[in-house]
């Protein structure tokens, strides 16, 4: 097969006709091609995560709907069944007439007083004598057994006093009631008191 080809592409159209086009290109109709790139647009790394996050709302959303429709229903299949009373009739007895009950009137009986272990007061009695022990700081007189009572005066230490009363406990002390020389009458704290003749 011989092909007649012109120097230029502009010939005549002579020459055009000359060339047989069909079978010069007809090993060519196929040329061969370079795979086509396919561009990609990569997704951002956040898009599953928002797509992820809307489907589990979504689920949660169906869920909590659910429940609320079935509500009635759930409760209704775990309540506790309610228990069938039963009643029982007695049966008829022969009854016996009351009995009086002796009536005891109620006497009126005095509380026992809390009694103080004798070794606990040191020995101090009702009538006896006591000193204030030398601590330095004296004794509070008080017009009453507490520490909130008003305090008359600090007696000295050395101090010779006579029992009036007691013992009493109070405030988490045990007190006596005294007599000081001047004829006042208080009370004191056994911790700072000792018996003497």
């Known amino acids: 097969m011989s092909v007649q080809r012109t120097p230029d592409r502009r010939g005549t159209d002579q020459d055009n006709e000359a ?109 006896g004598k006591v000193r204030v022990f030398d601590t330095g700081n004296g004794l509070n007189f008080r017009r009453g057994p507490s520490r909130n009572a008003a305090l008359i005066k600090k007696l000295p230490d050395g101090e010779t006093l006579e029992v009036m009363g007691g013992p009493t406990q109070a405030d988490n002390f045990i007190w006596w009631q005294l007599k000081d020389s001047a004829g006042v009458v208080g009370w004191g704290v056994q911790t700072y008191l000792q018996a003497t003749q």
């Open 19 to 127: 060339i047989q086009w069909e079978e010069d290109l007809k090993p060519f109709t196929r040329l061969p091609r370079e795979k086509p790139v396919e561009r990609r647009q990569r997704v951002p790394s956040w898009v599953p995560g928002l797509i992820s996050i809307a489907l589990v709302a979504v689920a949660c959303s169906m869920a909590v709907n659910f429940v609320n429709r079935s509500q009635g229903a759930l409760n209704r299949a775990f309540a506790p069944s309610t228990a069938t009373s039963i009643s029982i009739s007695p049966t008829p007895t022969d009854e016996f007439p009351p009995t009086a009950t002796p009536f005891m009137a109620a006497t009126e009986t005095p509380l026992p007083q809390p009694t103080i272990d004798g070794a606990l007061t040191g020995g101090i009695t009702v009538g």
